[in-house]
């Protein structure tokens, strides 16, 4: 197991600029419309032809939410009517279809993930409508590591209906929490009870789900130390076998909903340092793991397993113990990663219904990646997901000199090691207990497009690594 992280509030706040979350590099920003539906039948197709059949990983987005959440960066369409389910869902199948029939059968689906959105918007029966079309699509595996995941909004949702999901093979859930405050939950617009909550989650356990996380967010407005003490110790009580905790992102610029929450009831940047500090305290000594970027799990979580033996892996769909899997994205705004490729569908409705409806696979860019990317994706994977960089086996696996290749690289790096964030070893570069919690700027010095303007000209927009 790695050393959970230290905090230094000095260090964070030097280190803390914006930058990518690398859940994939490259990076979203970077892929293009060059790359269409002719390209990803081509990615599938070499896919398909490697000596050992690669497994697949299923993401569907369900993108309705019945209201706004003002914090909220995710792709959502704010609706009441649940007929919009229905003729999202009759779209959906059709891509469905159109994606199965590309991959050969030996190609087993490992892993099915349902985001959003809200993906309990759909009802019980509309539920197993979806997980039935996929079944008998796609091969699904029998294996018992096979994961089937489902975010859920607690508000919406029942242990009843936890039940019935737990009997389509759903056996892990994900819990938006956020803070119990109810001074935050108002000023985000999202209230949300404890009895409410825990009922879910208990419903889990009882229905057999293999694992529960809960998500919460610091950097909120109108949150305190004090406040999210309680909120925090109320869900250790729940005992999650996860825990993302997320720092919020202020970009209302970006995300329409955000311009519902006053500037000035959001903390201090060192006052969100300290409900940082304050989670990270609070969860190493109830005995979680630091897995990584937000992410904290029990020891014997499968996340924490995975990363002990170095099988730990990062995508869209966050943390994965799925490494050898091509990742294939339904639905609105997914992307998928399938070989050396990354495609996405439209981020809006409108073109991505288009597409369906003209008989199209509903790719509106992605990339092809080429060997130099390949080898940093790598490389970045790694850091992201075991905290080092294994010098020796990068330069055997792509016939580098690592020294050479990178000298750039590591001259952007040479700060962080004076800091103490990032140690250079025989073989290997490894982060600190320090340098875990700035993952992201290590991995920054060796990305070869930040310095480059996106595809329309305009510096991309990321949010700050703390």
Known sequence: MLANPTFDADLLRRYDRPGPRYTSYPTA???????????????VLASNGD????????????????????YCGCNRIITRDKSRAGTYLARLYREIGLMAQLFDRDREVIQVHLGGGTPNFLDGAQLRELMETLASQFRFSNSPARDISIELDPRFVSPADIAGMADMGFNRASFGVQDFDPAVQEAVNRIQTVDETRAVVDACRAGGFRSVNIDLIYGLPKQNPEGFARTIDTVLDMRPDRLAVYGYAHLPEMFKAQRQIQAEDLPSAQAKLGLLQLAIEKLTAAGYMYIGMDHFALPDD??????????????????????DSDLVGLGVSAISHIGGSFSQNPRDLPSWQIAI??????????????????????????????????????????????????????????????????????????????????????????????????????????????
């Open 302 to 323: 499968d996340l924490a397993q995975a990363q002990a033996r170095g099988g730990l892996h990062r995508n869209f769909m966050g943390y994965t113990t799925h490494a």
């Open 357 to 466: 409806d003209e008989g199209r696979l509903p790719v509106f860019r992605g990339m092809r990646l080429d060997e130099d990317d390949l080898l940093r994706a790598d490389l970045i994977q790694q850091l992201m997901c075991q905290a080092e960089i294994p010098v020796g086996a990068l330069e055997r696996r792509y016939d580098i000199d690592f020294h050479a290749y990178f000298a750039d690289a590591l001259a952007r790096l040479k700060p962080l090691q004076d800091d103490d964030l990032v140690r250079i070893e025989p073989g290997r570069i490894s982060a600190t207990t320090q340098g875990r919690l700035l993952l992201r700027n290590i991995a920054m010095c060796f990305d070869r497009y930040l310095p480059l303007p996106d595809t329309a000209g305009a510096t991309p927009r990321f949010s700050r690594a703390i």
């Open 51 to 70: 000596p050992i059949p690669r497994r697949l990983s299923l993401y569907v987005h369900v993108p309705f939410c019945l209201s706004p959440c003002f």
């Open 29 to 43: 920003p970077q892929f293009a419309a060059a790359f269409g539906e002719a390209e990803l039948r081509e990615a």
